[in-house]
C-alpha cells in the first residue's frame, strides 16, 4: 500500500510523539484502518515532511512518533494567485482541487457582476472552511507540504484593486498577449478567472484600468473550470516546473 501522507497542523520534530488531529486520525484509523507498526508521512505546511509510525490506534484517537524528518522540494518556482470567481455546484470544488495539484500558491474565491452563487455569511464562511479542507486534501494526494490559503471571498473590484507587484493576467479574445509573449513574472502571477457567463464590459474595463494584461489562451472559448485549470498549466509550462 502506498504510504499515506497527512496534514498535521502541530508543531512537529524527530522523536516526537503525539495524537493526530481529528481529521487525519479519522482518515487513519477509520478509512484507512491502519494499524501500530505501520507507516505514514506527515507535513504542516513547511518545506519538509516527517516520516512517521503509528503506535496506538483506539476509539479516542490515533498516535503517532515521528521517525525522521526530510526535505521536500516540490514546489514550483512560479507562484500563482488565483481569483476565480465563484461558480455553480462542484465545479468550485473541482477547480480548486485540481488549480493546487497544478501548483497554485493562493486562492481567491470572487464575487462578480453575473456570479451565480449567492451566500449569507454563515454559509460563506462554511464554504470557504469545506475549499480549505479540499486543499489540505490535494496536497496530500500529490506530494505538496506547502498548503495554499484558500482567502475569505471577496468582490472582484476590492480584489483588482489590491496592492501588489504580481503581473496581473485576464483571459480575453482579442488581448495584446498570448502565453508564448508574456513578460517574465518576476514576482508571481496573479490570474483571474471569470464566472460562467463571463465578465460584463465594465469589469473588463476595470481589468485594463487596474493593470491587468489581457491574454489569449487560443481560438476556442473554454468553461470557467478549464480556462483556469489550462491557463495554470500553460503558465507553469512556460515559467514554472512543468516540462
Known amino acids: 500500500m502506498r504510504i499515506p501522507r497527512i496534514y498535521e497542523p502541530a508543531r512537529l520534530a524527530l522523536g516526537l510523539i503525539l495524537p493526530l488531529s481529528e481529521d487525519g486520525a479519522n482518515h487513519i484509523g477509520r478509512v484507512l484502518r491502519?494499524?501500530?507498526?505501520?507507516?505514514?508521512?506527515?507535513?504542516?505546511?513547511?518545506?519538509?515532511?516527517?516520516?512517521?509510525?503509528?503506535?496506538?490506534?483506539?476509539?479516542?484517537?490515533?498516535?503517532?512518533?515521528?521517525?525522521?524528518?526530510?526535505?521536500?522540494?516540490?514546489e514550483s518556482p512560479l507562484a500563482i494567485h488565483l481569483g476565480q470567481v465563484i461558480s455553480r455546484g462542484d465545479k468550485m470544488d473541482f477547480t480548486i482541487q485540481k488549480a493546487v495539484e497544478l501548483g497554485?500558491?493562493?486562492?481567491?474565491?470572487?464575487?462578480?457582476?453575473?456570479?451565480?452563487?449567492?451566500?449569507?455569511?454563515?454559509?460563506?464562511?462554511?464554504?470557504?472552511?469545506?475549499?480549505?479542507?479540499?486543499?489540505?486534501?490535494?496536497?496530500?494526494?500529490?506530494?505538496?507540504?506547502?498548503?495554499?490559503?484558500?482567502?475569505?471571498?471577496?468582490?472582484?473590484?476590492?480584489?483588482?484593486?489590491?496592492?501588489?507587484?504580481?503581473?496581473k493576467l485576464n483571459l480575453h479574445p482579442r488581448a495584446e498577449y498570448s502565453i508564448s509573449t508574456l513578460p517574465i513574472p518576476e514576482h508571481g502571477v496573479r490570474l483571474l478567472i471569470g464566472p460562467e457567463g463571463g465578465l460584463s464590459e465594465r469589469e473588463i474595463a476595470d481589468t485594463v484600468e487596474q493593470g491587468f494584461k489581457e491574454m489569449l489562451l487560443g481560438p476556442r472559448v473554454l468553461r470557467t473550470e478549464t480556462a483556469a485549470l489550462t491557463v495554470i498549466t500553460a503558465l507553469q509550462c512556460r515559467f514554472g516546473d512543468l516540462a
Do not use: Y
Open 104 to 167: 497554485v500558491t493562493c486562492i481567491t474565491p470572487l464575487f462578480s457582476e453575473r456570479c451565480g452563487v449567492k451566500l449569507p455569511a454563515e454559509r460563506l464562511e462554511k464554504k470557504r472552511e469545506q475549499w480549505q479542507k479540499i486543499v489540505i486534501s490535494a496536497c496530500e494526494q500529490c506530494g505538496r507540504s506547502r498548503v495554499p490559503e484558500v482567502r475569505t471571498p471577496m468582490e472582484l473590484d476590492a480584489w483588482m484593486r489590491e496592492e501588489t507587484a504580481e503581473l
Open 34 to 74: 491502519m494499524q501500530p507498526g505501520q507507516e505514514l508521512v506527515l507535513f504542516n505546511g513547511g518545506d519538509e515532511e516527517f516520516p512517521a509510525v503509528i503506535r496506538a490506534v483506539t476509539k479516542k484517537g490515533v498516535e503517532v512518533e515521528v521517525t525522521a524528518v526530510t526535505e521536500n522540494r516540490v
